[in-house]
């Protein structure tokens, strides 16, 4: 069974820290790897995408990937009370079928 | 800026209905997909969709379930006869194309209570 794993939390850091969320996955064949942030209620919102190992910066968002450790994390910096929420791990493999992880609740303390 | 989009926002239906759930892709995406989110649970995958035919379906989406995309825009989600089990938030996605650019991105949701 291919899994995705997450801290559920709650994670809490003050306003103007760095949130640093992380996931693990299963599949070794995993290609692409997606961060989701979902309000309550709401749907899944795509904030970022990364396929290669390494960083990946875009504005106040940093994905990591290591396909070696299996392992992809976001980090948030200067993180906004507006960032409260739970952010998705997603992963796509060798099929056309993407594989969530449970969420990792995220809550900034103004 | 083009959105994915889902009608109903919200459907009851009484347990062994059927019923359609809607959803408008982006205009120029080809690919499709269904999720499905139980309240406090994940995320997870029911079926993709391309080229008129389902590319990849998970063990949930069984024969109770079908999709079709009926013409140019729309692409729906039937469930032949509900089960109270079925209760959930219903998730249309798609995206543009094929090789790397993989991400999908998702319509607001139908939140379907089966009573």
Redesign the interface.
């Known amino acids: 069974q291919k899994e995705v794993e997450q801290n559920s939390g709650p994670l809490s850091v003050p306003e103007g820290a760095i949130a640093s969320l992380n996931c693990t996955y299963s599949d070794r064949g995993s290609q692409s790897f997606f961060w989701y942030r979902q309000y309550s209620g709401k749907s899944p919102e795509l904030i970022m995408f990364i396929y290669s190992n390494g960083d990946k910066e875009d504005g106040r968002f940093t994905a990591q990937l290591n396909k070696a450790s299996q392992y992809v994390s976001l980090l948030i910096r200067d993180s906004q009370p507006s960032d409260s929420a739970t952010y998705l791990c997603a992963v796509k493999g060798s099929y056309d079928k993407v594989i969530f992880g449970p969420g990792t609740s995220l809550s900034v303390i103004p | 800026e083009p959105e994915v989009t889902q009608t109903p926002s919200h459907q009851v239906t009484q347990m062994g209905q059927e019923v359609i759930l809607r959803c408008v892709p982006i205009s120029n995406h080809l690919?499709f997909?269904w999720?499905r989110q139980i309240l406090g649970?994940?995320?997870?995958?029911l079926v993709?969709f391309?080229n008129n035919e389902i590319?990849?379906k998970?063990e949930i989406f069984d024969d109770q379930f079908s999709v079709e995309r009926p013409d140019g825009s729309n692409f729906t989600l039937k469930i032949r006869s509900t089960k109270l089990e079925d209760s959930a938030?219903y998730?249309c996605a798609s995206r543009k194309s094929t090789g790397?650019a993989?991400?999908?991105?998702?319509?607001?949701?139908t939140r379907l209570t089966v009573t």
């Open positions: 690919y997909y999720y649970q994940k995320v997870e995958f993709s391309y590319s990849e998970s938030m998730f790397q993989t991400e999908q991105y998702f319509g607001p949701g």
